[in-house]
């Protein structure tokens, strides 16, 4: 096994890993390991902006930002986070704008900001213009600036490296092992501190917004170290995902006017959110649209509906919405300019994740003992902005202000602490035996068929609605699949650029996080924000105002245990849009 | 509806030379070269490799030369094609497995140009003013996801790749013409160096090859112009 040094090692090159880098590249050695190169990333898949109470084309402030951020996690965010998240965003805008981002620009050119669902002025009043966006390839435009400023100050980039494993001893992170694609070689990476920020796990979902790559790698191996998983049963379906492959239609589609119509020609949301309509948060939208298809009306009496942009005309649609434009006429051979464009919820986002503390530390017990030297930010943490339900454009900006955070926290660390030393006591064989197994898989079943049989099993058993007969049905099905998994083969047995070994590993993560989804979402016996069981009418915030965190145990067996929500201003409310 | 793939296969680990493989795949309308490799790869032979991430065309992870054209495999639909599809690597990298090929030369060349903004002081609290007509400037430029289509369809990259390229030259048009940047002075050594502009020969191969429809000869160009301006 080959061994390296650096003081900081990132996980992921996503905006949340590359904003960490370049802020601790500013003063440490840094390295960025990532499985895929960098603007691979799914950051750069994001589209409609990122938001921010800049203020530049309508009033705003970060208050009414913070209130509709708590609202919009139906009160399950932690509210210090969801603070310092709406008034860090202002400075790192413009910090994102000093670095070159090619910000779509108002008439008097400033950063240009545009509407989007759950977005308000005034405390929940009239739609407000908070996102800031480039066209609709924002998170296109942030992701290739900041892996663009990464190599400015001289971070070294290890692209193609599968990390299989965290040294983890007494309470400590000294680094991480990965695997070379390109090789199949073993490394290990010495580091001060190791930051996680390996993106979000919709690739669970057979319908989904999500890239292939992302597998939620970082959940499982925390896990298995014994830190929980917090809210993992709040994962959102976005409503615009493209009909049927489920690729995202961005919200900027709304946010610019469009319509969405049943197949009798309603405006249909006029029943679900009255007064907000198509710009209500995401998951009353997801779930309006699917009561519709449940109910027959859907296209055709098929399972999807329509986004209706035609009204917008061909300039704005060709200014604002480019690849919206392109996609679904790529995809789905759909002309937005002339017809509307199929879709349905997608899953889309994971608001749960790794439990961190405010400068993105990873808690031990998911309450307030950080790992020394471990961090996570972007989707994969869980600090928590979004509570049950994120808004549209936060995610970007909480990949954004919380990867900086965390790159300012780990310089910090490193220079406290001094270089790592090599070759501390961590036993790497049992990795090495791990992949050598791994390799050596024998047996009938196919990794695609139990993926396939997952994904499938996740739509229709832990979608937009669910209740106690699926999720229990679910926790059973996963089971199954765990141990079907060990009888999985391998058929490609070169070392170099062996895929189906990465896609084992991956499937091995997803089947670990997806247990954790199902048990955490039986357990919860309410509705909340995406989190909708038909077997209970509402929201119980009595019992239910709470955090979940999901530890494992020895015995592979998974435990819970809740934590209270940080409330430093709005007590739950009725949520009504 | 069975169509076939005829795939390049090669494993630096095996003994056996680069051939092709032909696969049968029950292909579903709608579907894109990449879902029939997945079907391939998922359902006959989990030996075959090949990149792939987002499956919409903004990751740039699956460019692979389909029936002589470069292509990402994610966008394109297997009915426009017919007859027995082939599928190979980008043509002008060196192939690692399959349908990989060798990315770090590529992304090396981007770096060269030194893809970041040059620029003085910005304002400490505010936002650097652009015109909306200045920022259209980049339109065209900023969109380019470094899938490597480009430049691997480049007869004067293929006979010498140390030639930057014409994706890092679209890069390094994307900052040169963003009127916050004052670094074209510092990238005109690389950019005025014999394995920087004038190394394009205008053959437009890259404008044909971009799936998002950009145009790096033109970029080209126009960075030609302004070198010969400023030398002036």
């Known amino acids: 096994m080959e061994h390296h040094r650096h003081d900081v090692v990132v996980v992921g090159a996503g905006i949340a890993g590359l904003y960490a880098a370049m802020k601790a590249g500013e003063s440490a050695d840094v390295a960025v390991l990532s499985k895929i190169y960098p603007t691979r990333s799914h950051s750069g898949a994001a589209q409609g902006g990122c938001a921010a109470a800049l203020g530049n084309e309508t009033e705003d402030n970060w208050e009414w930002h913070f209130y509709d951020t708590v609202r919009g996690s139906d009160y399950l965010g ?40 759950g977005h308000f002025g005034q405390f929940g009043k009239a739609p407000v213009q908070r ?181 917008l005309g061909a300039d704005k649609i060709l ?167 060990e009888h999985v083969g391998l058929q490609d047995k070169s070392k170099v650029f062996n895929t189906e070994l990465n896609e084992l590993v991956e499937l091995k993560h997803m089947l670990d996080f997806c247990e954790v989804i199902a048990k955490s979402a039986l357990a919860r016996q309410e509705c909340r924000g995406a989190h909708w069981r038909t077997d209970f009418s509402g929201r119980d915030d009595e019992k239910w105002h709470k955090h979940t965190l999901a530890f494992k145990e020895k015995d592979g067996s998974l435990r819970f245990e809740y934590k209270p929500v940080v409330i430093t201003k709005y007590p739950p409310e009725a949520r009504k849009y | 509806m069975e169509r076939q793939f005829k795939v390049f296969r090669y494993d630096p680990e095996s003994s056996k030379k680069p051939y092709f493989q032909t696969y049968t795949v029950d292909v579903q309308k709608s579907w894109t070269i990449l879902d029939a490799l997945n079907a391939i790869k998922w359902e006959q032979d989990g030996s075959l490799s090949y990149r792939r991430s987002c499956r919409h065309g903004i990751c740039g992870s699956c460019a692979m030369k389909i029936n002589g054209k470069n292509e990402l495999a994610c966008e394109l639909q297997v009915f426009t094609l017919k007859g027995v599809i082939k599928v190979e690597p980008l043509p002008g990298f060196e192939v690692l497995r399959d349908l990989v090929t060798d990315m770090d030369r590529f992304f090396g060349h981007i770096e060269a140009v030194k893809p970041w903004l040059i620029a003085g002081l910005s304002p400490t609290d505010k936002e650097r003013l652009q015109s909306p007509e200045d920022r259209k400037k980049l339109d065209g430029l900023y969109e380019c996801i470094l899938c490597g289509a480009c430049t691997s369809s480049c007869p004067s990259y293929w006979s010498n790749d140390d030639f930057l390229g014409p994706a890092a030259l679209l890069k390094a048009a994307r900052y040169c013409f963003d009127t916050r940047d004052e670094g074209f002075h510092e990238r005109m050594d690389v950019l005025n160096s014999r394995n920087g502009l004038w190394r394009c020969h205008t053959i437009f191969n890259c404008v044909e090859a971009c799936p998002k429809d950009l145009n790096p000869t033109e970029a080209i160009v126009r960075l030609r112009a302004r070198l010969a301006a400023e030398k002036i």
């Open chain 1, 131 to 311: 996102s800031c966006y480039a066209a609709d390839r924002t998170g296109h435009a942030q992701l290739h600036c900041l892996y663009e400023q990464s190599l400015k100050c001289g971070v070294r980039f290890y692209n193609e490296f599968l990390v299989v494993s965290l040294m983890i001893e007494d309470g400590v992170c000294h680094g991480v092992i990965a695997l070379e694609i390109r090789t199949g070689m073993l490394h290990a990476f010495w580091a001060r501190a190791v930051m996680l920020a390996t993106g979000g796990y919709a690739r669970a979902w057979k319908v989904t917004s999500n890239a292939h790559a992302n597998t939620g790698d970082g959940l499982s191996l925390v896990l298995g170290h014994g830190i929980p998983l917090e809210d993992m049963e709040f994962v959102q379906f976005h409503p615009t995902g493209l009909y049927p492959i489920g690729i995202l239609v961005s919200e900027a589609a709304r946010g610019e006017g469009g319509y969405i119509f049943n197949k009798d020609g309603e405006r249909f949301m006029k029943k679900y959110a009255e007064a907000k309509m198509e710009l209500a948060p995401r998951d009353v939208v997801s779930r309006a649209e699917t009561t519709e298809i449940n109910e027959g009306r859907g296209i055709d009496g098929a399972d999807y509906i329509h986004l209706d942009l035609t009204h």
């Open chain 1, 78 to 117: 932690d509210q210090d986070a969801q603070e310092l998240l709406v008034k860090e965003a202002i400075p790192v805008m413009y910090e994102m704008e000093h670095l070159g981002v090619p910000f779509s620009r108002t008439p008097d050119g400033k950063i240009a900001q545009r509407k989007f669902g």
């Open chain 1, 319 to 485: 200014e604002r919405l480019p690849q919206v434009h392109e996609l679904v006429f790529k995809f789905a051979g759909v002309d937005c300019i002339k017809e509307p464009i199929p879709i349905r919820p997608t899953a889309h986002y994971s608001m749960g994740g790794i439990p961190t503390d405010l400068d993105t530390r990873v808690l031990l017990d998911g309450r307030e003992t950080p790992v020394e030297g471990l961090y996570a930010s972007g989707e994969c943490a869980c600090v928590s902005n979004h509570g049950a339900n994120r808004l549209g454009t936060n995610s970007t900006l909480e990949a954004a202000v919380f990867g900086r955070r965390g790159g300012m926290a780990m310089a910090e660390f490193v220079k406290e602490k001094g270089p790592v030393v090599v070759g501390t006591a961590i036993p790497t064989q049992h990795v090495e035996d791990e992949v050598a197994h791994y390799r050596a898989h024998e047996g009938k079943e196919r990794a695609s068929v139990v993926r396939g049989e997952l994904q499938d099993a996740m739509q229709n058993l832990c979608g937009v609605f669910r209740d106690e007969e699926k999720l229990s049905k679910l926790v059973a099905k996963i089971a199954d699949l765990q141990e079907r998994f």
